[in-house]
């Protein structure tokens, strides 16, 4: 994989309970524009690209989370199947570093957050695998409402993962603009990621189309 002028990849983490559920995976995706302004450049730094997303990540999943690969793969309208030379996966077993006193809540109650950009709709991240049961002070099984001190440290963790893949991607090329972005449908446009910012929390099926896409 080589990126060159106006490339798009994604970035998929993949992740699953550290116990129990066998086989139960799930993934968060990240869109990426490389805007080269001399050179094509290599993609020899794949790893340390992979390494910041997971890394990034970790902060907001809790200890039961286990990431078990993170892949890089070029843009393309989601299709039944993907070409084998066109991603790399790179294979982990790194446990979430966030810790709680309380139970962690089921797979089912989600964080959300919203990839926000400067014009358009907001994207949106849904991060199972986040939330305990010390998180949530009420709500029913449709608006679950989450403590005032969670909500206040989630957008701190969110803040940092953006900050933290960001400037890991502006600093990967020297002679290239690197940069988070949503991608519209017919990738016709790409609109850059300004931040990541906490919706609450909510529920999710779990084969939902932000965790599966139709390439996986």
């Known amino acids: 994989m080589a990126p060159v002028l106006d490339a798009r990849f994604v970035t998929l983490t993949i992740k699953k309970e550290a116990v129990g559920a ?96 400067i014009t358009g709709r907001a994207g949106k991240l849904f991060y199972r695998g986040c939330l305990s049961e010390g998180d949530i002070v009420a709500g029913d099984s449709l608006n679950p409402v989450m403590q005032p001190a969670s909500v206040a440290a989630f957008q701190g963790y969110l803040d940092d993962a953006y900050e933290a893949m960001e400037t890991f991607l502006q600093d990967l090329f020297i002679e290239a603009t690197m940069s988070l972005v949503s991608i519209y449908h017919f990738a016709q446009l790409s609109r850059p990621i300004i931040e990541f910012v906490l919706r609450g929390a909510t529920y999710c099926k779990p084969k939902h189309k932000w965790f599966n896409r139709t390439t996986t």
């Open 22 to 117: 066998p086989g139960q995976t799930w993934q968060n995706s990240y869109e990426i524009d490389f805007g080269f302004e001399n050179s094509v450049g290599s993609y020899e730094n794949a790893s340390l690209l992979a390494d910041a997303f997971l890394e990034a990540e970790q902060g907001i999943h809790l200890e039961n989370v286990r990431f078990l690969e993170v892949e890089i793969r070029t843009w393309a309208e989601d299709t039944p199947t993907h070409d084998p030379e066109s991603f790399i996966v790179f294979e982990y077993s790194v446990l979430g570093s966030r810790t709680s006193d309380s139970d962690p809540e089921p797979r089912g109650l989600v964080l959300w957050a919203g990839r926000d950009s």
